[in-house]
């Protein structure tokens, strides 16, 4: 006995100074916990990886960085989506951790977290749960919407199941107009953000917010995969013109509208169906309205800009709205005198009895404030040296009014596109609207044609013959 108690004093004092130097030692890093939590990741341990992240998030966030913070809840929510069942509760909790850091400020990687979060309760076939990591996300930031646009469709998709189209709405309404949300809207989310501003207008009567709905809608749509209909209109437009136009009653609101598309014109340029789309509706808007000046004027801008495969349904659009506005066929003739001959007439000769007259204004009226500066940001963007480029900022200038200016990009452009039938096309084609808005005579835009096929020396190829082509943009070319 008396050689065994100095040992177990010995082993004891030996234990409580290795528990002691143990609590002396600094604890790993939060750099070094990730980087553990990595490595159980890689190796497929969900519930290492999940328990060490959630106790890491919970009991040391403040020591995080943002990104940190937003790094270890990514892991937390990675591994509970391998589990089966998918650990949802932890996702949740985890989440009101990393909501709980008290310096996590409204950014990227917040945003991009608690977006992950939703689309992964989604995936695992609880939308209640994904509405309510929105709603926890809204709670956090006070109201304002962030993250992707596509996270707040699942919440309001939620709520118009649950009969609460109005509140649906209301958080479309916000989430289209803040700039804290980034991300297009894909095409069968568009829809389903129009149909509920209908929806939610047929019961509450706010037609107004329908109508400023759909034109941030329609700015933030990419535009793509699209059938349409016989009057060349987008099923977006589609249900604009049919549903939401027929109701809008006062005045002030609409011309409302009419701006902010307006405004929303430059910034669509890049993708020409987006800025063809608002720009019919301010045409229709203002006719709405009982604005004929404005609606002519828009109306001039629409026939301007319209791109080549268009055409013929512009044309029809805009006599149809004449003939609408003034009661007779007219002034719709008129115009469509003027899309045949031009102002010089069938005979191609300016001065003589057959002279066609310009059915538009030869200026149009001075932009309000918001979309002049909608403009200039537009034109101070970043334009690069491409074909692609020089065309949508020829684009920007077919809207302000500025036909010359927008020739020579176009010229420019026609120069350096590739040997392709594609690019060639649809340059010429926007300069062939741009050289007859400008002459006033469509047999230019042949001519132009001509040229841009064959040279000066026209088809055979000779100087000097009869078949030599003038280019029709030369006076045009050298202004300036």
Not at 29 to 52: C, F, P, T
Not at 68 to 83: E, G, H, I, L, S
Not at 91 to 105: E, I, R, S
């Amino acid at each position: 006995m008396s050689f065994h108690r100095p040992l177990q004093a010995r082993i004891a004092a030996l234990a409580l100074a290795c528990c002691l130097a143990g609590a002396l030692l600094p604890a790993a890093s939060v750099a070094d916990e990730l980087a553990q939590i990595g490595a159980e990741h890689k190796a497929k341990q969900w519930e290492k990886a999940r328990d060490r992240s959630l106790q890491l998030l919970t009991a040391r966030r403040a020591e995080f960085t943002d990104s940190q913070a937003a790094t270890c809840y990514d892991r937390v929510r990675d591994a509970c989506r391998k589990m089966d069942p998918v650990d949802t509760a932890s996702m949740l909790k985890g989440l009101d951790a990393l909501l709980a850091k008290p310096d996590m400020p409204v950014n990227g990687a917040l945003a991009l977290a608690i977006n992950s979060a939703a689309w992964a309760m989604k995936e695992s076939q609880r939308g209640d749960l994904a509405a309510e990591v929105v709603d926890r996300a809204m709670a956090y930031t006070k109201g304002e919407p962030c993250g992707l646009r596509g996270m707040y469709y699942l919440r309001a998709r939620h709520l118009c199941a649950a009969g609460k189209t109005a509140e649906a709405a209301e958080l479309y309404h916000k989430v289209v107009r803040s700039e804290h949300v980034t991300g297009p809207l894909a095409y069968f989310i568009s829809g389903n953000v129009l149909h509920t501003f209908i929806s939610a207008a047929k019961v509450d009567g706010d037609w107004d917010r329908a109508a400023i709905g759909w034109v941030h809608t329609m700015s933030l749509w990419k535009g793509t995969d699209v059938k349409y209909n016989d009057r060349g209109e987008s099923p977006l437009f589609h249900q604009f013109r049919v549903a939401i136009l027929p109701n809008l009653k006062e005045g002030k609101e609409i011309a409302k509208a009419a701006q902010l598309a307006a405004q929303c014109v430059p910034g669509s340029i890049r993708t020409p169906l987006k800025s063809h789309e608002l720009q019919k509706a301010i045409v229709l808007l203002h006719v709405q309205a009982g604005q004929k000046e404005q609606a002519v004027a828009a109306a001039k801008t629409l026939y301007q800009t319209c791109p080549p495969d268009g055409f013929d349904a512009v044309v029809d659009y805009i006599a149809d709205m004449l003939k609408r506005m003034d009661g007779s066929i007219a002034r719709a003739n008129r115009f469509l005198d003027y899309v045949k001959s031009g102002t010089v007439g069938l005979d191609g000769k300016l001065g003589t009895e057959d002279d066609a007259v310009n059915p538009f204004p030869e200026t149009v009226g001075e932009m309000a404030p918001t979309v002049a500066a909608a403009y200039r940001e537009a034109l101070e963007g970043e334009w690069q040296e491409t074909w692609e480029d020089k065309r949508c900022l020829a684009m920007l200038y077919r809207y302000m009014n500025e036909p010359e200016k927008a020739l020579k990009l176009l010229a420019n452009a026609f120069a350096i596109a590739p040997m392709k039938p594609e690019p060639l096309q649809l340059v010429a084609g926007d300069m062939t609207n741009v050289l007859i808005q400008l002459t006033g005579n469509p047999a230019d835009g042949d001519r132009l044609g001509q040229f841009l096929k064959f040279g000066k020396e026209g088809r055979d190829g000779k100087a000097g013959t009869e078949d030599d082509v003038v280019d029709p943009r030369e006076p045009y070319l050298k202004q300036g």
